[in-house]
Structure formats: structure tokens, C-alpha cells
């Protein structure tokens, strides 16, 4: 385990605290939704999204969600220079979280973000 891996400070006991000091910065949930929507992903195809998220983050939130098994490697043997990952069942148990917030999204934020899809 990393010393960043080790600094996860969990708030308290409550498990939606725990949840949101996992989940609750802006980029973990938007890495698990790319690898939900596009499937495997490499380190720079997940680095190429829209919202430009810096490569030390990027890095740090992959060793995370890797840590708690939300993903994993596609090939764990093979070097990580073009190594894909995915989501795992757990991961993948997010996705009506995601679609959740999504719909909530389209309906409670439509009047301040126009361009909301």
C-alpha cells in the first residue's frame, strides 16, 4: 500500500461519510463512469476526457479505486504502460448511483446549465 492510500482519512464511522471520502471528490466517479460507458480504458484515454482531469490526480485516483477494488488492470501481470483498466462487480454495482444522479441532474440543474444533456 502507498503512503497516499494510507492518508485516506475517514471521517467517521457512518458509511455515506465513508462513502462521499471515497466517492465524493469530483473525478473518482467521473473515471468510474467512463470505464461503465466506454469499457476498458487506458491510462491516456481516461486522461483525454472532457474535463481534463491533471495526470498526479489521475494517477492518485487510480491507485485508489484499484486499492478498494472499484477496478483493476486488465492484464495485472503485464507492465502499465498501455495496460487498460475496468471496473470491477463493485464498481460496476455504482451504476445506478450514477444513472441516479444523471437523471437528477437533467431535471434539478436543466435551468442553470443549458447546455445539461
Not at 29 to 57: F, K, V
Amino acid at each position: 500500500m502507498t503512503k497516499e492510500l494510507d492518508a485516506v482519512d475517514w471521517r467517521s464511522v457512518c458509511p455515506i461519510s465513508s462513502a462521499l471520502d471515497v466517492l465524493g471528490d469530483k473525478w473518482s466517479l467521473l473515471i468510474i463512469r467512463d470505464l461503465l460507458m466506454h469499457g476498458p480504458r487506458t491510462y491516456s484515454e481516461l486522461l483525454a476526457a472532457p474535463e481534463r482531469i491533471s495526470t498526479n490526480i489521475l494517477a492518485s485516483r487510480l491507485s485508489l479505486l484499484t486499492y478498494l477494488k472499484l477496478i483493476e488492470r486488465t492484464n495485472p501481470q503485464g507492465s502499465a504502460r498501455n495496460n487498460a483498466y475496468q471496473v470491477t462487480e463493485s464498481g460496476a454495482s455504482l451504476r445506478p448511483i450514477l444513472d441516479d444522479v444523471a437523471k437528477w441532474a437533467q431535471v434539478h440543474l436543466k435551468d442553470f446549465h443549458s447546455d445539461i444533456v
